[in-house]
């Protein structure tokens, strides 16, 4: 009597195994990097570099140089030296992902750094995923609130926008996002927290995101301290999550802090493998490497990723090559002054300076021309400014001026908000339509 075994899953296990295991040895280590004899290996994929018979420690494959390796380490280089063995593995980063993510924080590699347990996810998508077919993607129809009435009234955002944060240091943008992930219409939030100053990261966690806000997020951290591989994965592994929920149906909320500290760290690995250094210091792979990085949020075949990085400008310089790159990327810019938030007046955002490139799609027409309107009183105002506080501005000389001055102080009262208000797009639309008739 014959019995059929079902070896076809197991015939399969095997023809995965190699052959034979390829190493090569460090020849040397130069700053962030380690030059290898070998092994055989493709752009992107990670090889196990020994420190001793038992430990070993992640290295990407980065660049070639002279028929060498150029590695970079994905943890500490301490214990590597001339002749370490280096191991092939034949695998490119991948991130666990799942529902079994939402409430987690994980560091830049997907792994668990919040002492809740493994992860358990569904599957695993791959770190660098090609963005959607620009013919495929849905076109941006419905807005997104996101609970800020300065943005969802005049710099409303669509499902499937992205849209950068411009500002200087402290002046409001941790507590802006936080704002956003606690209040906002979407269906998940995925945080990422790049090149973080680790005393920081719980700050947000606990005290601007706060339980509510965690319960339907991921957080991705991967702190100033760490490798920079790590940060630049982090930002990857970060959108990876994202697309996942995406790819399920879902609208997400993308936030990534920031944009800036990303570039930083691949200013630091090509420099490192003999980029020329091109623009600032920046070399040519930070500018080929944002778009990439970019374009793969915003709409999909059936759900969205509305995505808002923030962008850390040098000494206020809002044309610095990064922001300048950056925000001919996106479909609008929100821009922080540190004169607002000087004076007292949160979330800074300068209305005047801000743009929603898809707010005119997503927005019924009286809104927009009620928006309209309250810029235009902005602008008048902030024409006159230095005049009417000189006391040069006699009362009854422009009538347009004299409705700027009466506008402004209801305009600031909707502009300002605290942390801990919530405004839902509705009202916020409500109110604008009342102040523009006013």
Known sequence: MKYAFPLDKYLDELSRIPDVREYGEVTKVIGLTIEANGPRARLGEICRVFTDPAQSIPAEVVGFRDQRLILMPLGDMRGVGPGSLVQATRQLLTVEVGRSLLGRIVDGLGRPMDNKGSLNGDTSYPLHNQPPDPLERQRIRDSLSVGVRAIDGLLT???????GIFSGSGVGKSTLLGMM??????????????????????????????????????????????????????????TAVAEYFRDQGLDVLFMMDSVTRFAAAQREI???????????????????LL?????????????????FYTVLVEGDDMNEPIADTVRGILDGHIVLTRQLADRGHYPAIDVLASVSRVMPEVVPREHQQS??????????????????????????????????????????????QDVREKTALVMARDQLLELAAS
């Open 270 to 288: 090509g420099l490192a493998i003999g980029e020329p250094p091109a623009t600032r210091g920046y070399p040519p792979s930070v500018f080929a």
């Open 181 to 238: 992930a606690r209040n906002t219409a979407a269906d998940v939030n995925v945080i990422a927290l790049i090149g973080e100053r680790g005393r920081e990261v719980r700050e947000f966690v606990e005290r601007d995101l706060g339980p509510e806000g965690l319960a339907r997020s991921v957080v991705v951290v991967a702190t100033s301290d760490q490798p920079a591989l790590i940060r630049l994965k982090g930002a990857h592994t970060a």
């Open 291 to 307: 778009p990439k990085l970019l374009e793969r949020t915003g709409p999909g075949k059936d759900g969205t990723i509305t995505a």
């Open 371 to 416: 928006a309209a309107k309250v810029r235009e009183v902005l602008a008048t105002f902030r024409e006159m400014e230095d005049l009417i506080n000189i006391g040069a501005y006699r009362t009854g000389s422009n009538a347009r001026v004299d409705r700027a001055i009466r506008l402004m102080e209801p305009i600031n009262g909707f502009l300002r």
């Open 157 to 163: 955002c669509g499902k499937g926008q992205r849209i």
